[in-house]
């Protein structure tokens, strides 16, 4: 039985780790906390090169295969895309714009229209021309 108490006795060895995680835990989070927000910003000129017409019922905005715009039959460019999406949200019946992506148009520079379009806050949009790809 004495045995049995000596090794009973005997002081631990190991390190308590538990107490330095929190610590380091906390540590960690604190950190996270104080480091500064990283801005990033996109110069963009907003200057468009000449008026564009909007009809006061529809207009159309093609994507080409190339990545160009073409509004109401009309090469536009990203900076006047954004201005005329601006105007036509401003007039008072609001215009339908139709969106017709060519077949072989980049996914990437469609969802970069669409973008441009929800930040101008279009809402009378839809996509034109799809049923003609319902065979592939």
């Known amino acids: 039985m004495r045995a049995y108490l000596q090794t009973e006795a005997q002081p631990m ?7 330095l995680i929190d ?20 110069k963009v000129d907003l200057r468009g090169d000449g008026p564009v017409i909007v009809n006061p019922v529809r207009n159309t905005l093609v994507i080409t295969t190339s990545g ?5 039959d009309e090469a536009i460019s990203d900076g006047q895309l954004r201005a005329t999406l601006a105007a036509s949200q401003m007039l008072s019946n609001i215009p339908e714009l139709h969106l017709k992506p060519e ?3 980049r996914y990437q520079r ?8 929800k930040r101008a806050h279009v809402i009378r949009m839809g996509f034109v021309g799809n049923e003609a790809y319902r065979q592939f």
Request: hydrophobic share 65%; glycine share 2%; proline share 5%.
């Open 13 to 19: 060895i190991e390190m308590n780790m538990t107490p």
């Open 110 to 117: 469609v969802d970069e229209v669409l973008a441009m379009t």
């Open 23 to 42: 610590v380091l835990l906390v540590l960690l989070i604190m950190f996270i906390i104080t480091i500064p927000l990283q801005s990033h910003a996109v």
């Open 103 to 105: 077949a072989q148009a």
């Open 68 to 72: 160009g715009l073409l509004w109401n």
